[in-house]
C-alpha cells in the first residue's frame, strides 16, 4: 500500500431532493482536491472549494433550491448531504486515525479547529463575525452548515475563532481549517487496521 491510500477508494454519493432543495453529491475521501461545485450560492460554492482543496477530497456538488427565499435550505440541505456522504465513505471506520484538529491563519483571522468523527454529535462554535452579511451572504449561516455537517457525518465539531477582523477572513479560515482537521482525521493509520475505539465500534 503506497502513500497510505485504501487499495478501495472510500467513496459515497448522496442525493436529497425535498419541496425546498434537490441535491446530488459525490464525494471521494482519498481524492486529489478536485471540486465540481454549483448550489447556486456563490460563496459557500467558494468555501467548499476550500474545504475540497485542502482536504484532498474530490467533491462534487449539484443542488437547486428556493434561493427566490434566501440561501438557507440550500446551504443547509447540501451540507446535511455532505455529512451523510463522510459519514458513508467512512463506513465501519477501520484504520482512521479519528481525531483531527488545525490552526489556521487567514491574514487577520485564526480559526481554531478540532474534531473527533466518534459517532456521536456534538457542536461547539464559538466565532463573532464582524460583519452579518459577506457580500448578499448571511454569515449564521456557517454556523447552520457546520452544525448540519455535524448532526449527519456524526461528528464532534468544535471551531473556535479567537480573532478576526474581517468576516470573509473568519469565514475562509474556519473551513480551511475544518479542511486540514477531516483530512487527518479520515487519514488511515499505518499502524493499525482496528476501529479506533476501545468499544470496538464508532
Not at 483531527?100 to 456534538?122: F, I, K, Q, T, Y
Not at 473556535?160 to 480551511?176: L, T, W
Amino acid at each position: 500500500m503506497s502513500n497510505n491510500i485504501p487499495s478501495t477508494q472510500r467513496r459515497a454519493t448522496v442525493t436529497r431532493k425535498t419541496r425546498e432543495t434537490d441535491i446530488s453529491l459525490s464525494l471521494n475521501l482519498d481524492g486529489t482536491g478536485q471540486a465540481d461545485i454549483a448550489s447556486g450560492v456563490g460563496f459557500f460554492d467558494h468555501m467548499l472549494h476550500h474545504l475540497a482543496r485542502h482536504g484532498m477530497f474530490d467533491l462534487s456538488v449539484q443542488a437547486t433550491g428556493d434561493l427566490h427565499i434566501d440561501a438557507h435550505h440550500t446551504v443547509e440541505d447540501v451540507a446535511l448531504v455532505l455529512g451523510a456522504a463522510i459519514d458513508q465513505s467512512l463506513a465501519e471506520k477501520k484504520g482512521i486515525f479519528r481525531y483531527g484538529w488545525a490552526d489556521v491563519p487567514m491574514e487577520d483571522a485564526l480559526a481554531n479547529v478540532a474534531l473527533d468523527l466518534s459517532g456521536r454529535p456534538a457542536f461547539i462554535f464559538n466565532v463573532k463575525f464582524p460583519t452579518p452579511k459577506i457580500g448578499d451572504f448571511d454569515v449564521e449561516l456557517i454556523a447552520e452548515a457546520l452544525r448540519s455537517l455535524t448532526n449527519t457525518a456524526k461528528m464532534n465539531l468544535h471551531v473556535n475563532v479567537p480573532y478576526g477582523s474581517n468576516s470573509h477572513h473568519v469565514a475562509e479560515a474556519i473551513f480551511k481549517a475544518l479542511a486540514k482537521s477531516l483530512r487527518q482525521a479520515v487519514a488511515i493509520d499505518p499502524r493499525s487496521d482496528q476501529v479506533p475505539s476501545t468499544k470496538g465500534v464508532l
